[in-house]
């Protein structure tokens, strides 16, 4: 079994442990309160605390730095869960743990706060030719190494990026061939309108739910303020980041999430086509909020970066300005 399928293997192993156990525990929950039981803490402790932190080590393997962020993350999320799920007469452990939660919080705040600002800081000595962007990753990568945790990170470190950094000359990729993607089918207007609809709705939603719930206004506009921000990322990541072609390699960049690098010999077949293909197994569409133009068949095996690790892909369809510039440059390479 090769190294990806064992890793693929071991991660839907972890994530079934994981259902089942809190399926398990809501279902343990339920029938207590059913029969008029108090609901013992210890086995969901063991659980959370215990069984499904191990798990998640034999199954991930990651670097000290990324485990030690990982374990904090899962023991807060333990302790969320359980503060929802376990009625108020049966918390005793609990109510000493409920309050650590926001230490936890605050530690993995103030973690990424700290490696944002070494980041910043590297990223201020970066050479005046290079790719923020590029230095980005490398900086992140140096940091933290290769994985998943790593690729959530980079993907969050773009938003900010390209949300905040006016220069945009800095977050220019220098390539002989590079395909852009923001107007076919109107991609990037398309979501410069949505934009703008959010910024009309979000105030007159704020003082509607305001007079039900201040609380509730409170957290939907600041989930919407974030979401908002990935937008605006969205939109200019979309005119900024191009698909290149080098040294071999095309660098699928599109939009703000997808990063990721196919060999140009791992493509078996290059058509033009005019469509918005479905969700299948195996494929990948990268058309923002255009249609695909470009249909690409891979040899079989071919794995694809995700933000969620490798995949298996076997046709990818992507959406372009010049496809036909893109088919003939991947054809004849």
């Known amino acids: 079994m090769s190294h990806a399928a064992s890793t693929a293997r071991s991660r839907a192993i972890f994530g079934l442990l994981l259902a089942g156990v809190l399926g398990t525990a809501v279902l343990a929950v339920r029938l207590h309160e059913s029969r008029q039981l108090p609901v013992p803490e210890w086995p969901l402790a063991v659980d959370l605390f215990l069984v499904v932190p191990l ?5 991930f393997r ?19 869960f359980g503060s929802f799920v376990l009625p108020e007469k049966s918390k005793q452990l609990w109510l000493l743990l409920e309050p650590l939660r926001w230490a936890v ?6 973690w990424q706060l700290l490696a944002m600002a070494q980041i910043g ?5 970066a050479p ?22 790593t690729g959530l990170l980079e993907l969050e470190a773009r938003i900010w990026l390209y949300a905040f950094c006016r220069d945009s000359t800095r977050l220019h990729f ?12 109107g991609n990037a207007s398309n979501q410069a309108g ?3 609809l959010l910024a009309i709705e979000l105030p007159i939603a704020h003082v509607m739910l305001h007079l039900f719930s201040p609380t509730l206004a409170l957290a939907v506009t600041a989930a919407t303020l974030y979401g908002g921000l990935f937008l605006f990322a969205e939109y200019r990541a979309t005119r900024l980041r191009p698909v290149t072609l080098d040294d071999g390699i095309v660098h699928l960049r599109y939009g703000i999430v997808t990063d990721a690098r196919l060999p140009v010999r791992a493509i078996v077949e290059a058509q033009a086509v005019d469509m918005r293909p479905r969700r299948a197994s195996g494929r990948m569409r990268l058309m923002g909020m255009g249609r695909a133009n470009v249909r690409l068949r891979l040899a079989p095996g071919t794995r ?11 046709e990818l369809y992507i959406g372009l300005d010049e496809p036909g510039r893109f088919i003939a440059a991947v054809s004849h390479h």
Not at 66 to 71: D, E, F, P, R, S
Not at 121 to 125: A, N, Q, V
Not at 174 to 185: D, K, L, P, T
């Open 194 to 196: 949505f934009l703008l």
């Open 105 to 110: 919080v605050a530690g993995l705040v103030g």
């Open 62 to 80: 990651p670097r000290p730095k990324q485990a030690l962020l990982a374990l904090a993350t899962i023991v807060g999320l333990g302790v969320l």
């Open 128 to 149: 005046a030719g290079q790719n923020l962007e590029t230095r980005l990753h490398e900086v992140i990568e140096r940091r933290l190494g290769a994985g998943t945790m």
């Open 55 to 59: 798990a998640y080590l034999v199954a």
């Open 121 to 125: 800081l590297d990223l201020r000595s």
């Open 174 to 185: 220098a390539s002989a061939q590079a395909f852009s993607a923001h107007r076919q089918g």
């Open 304 to 314: 694809l970066k995700t933000i969620f690790g490798g995949k298996e892909i076997a």
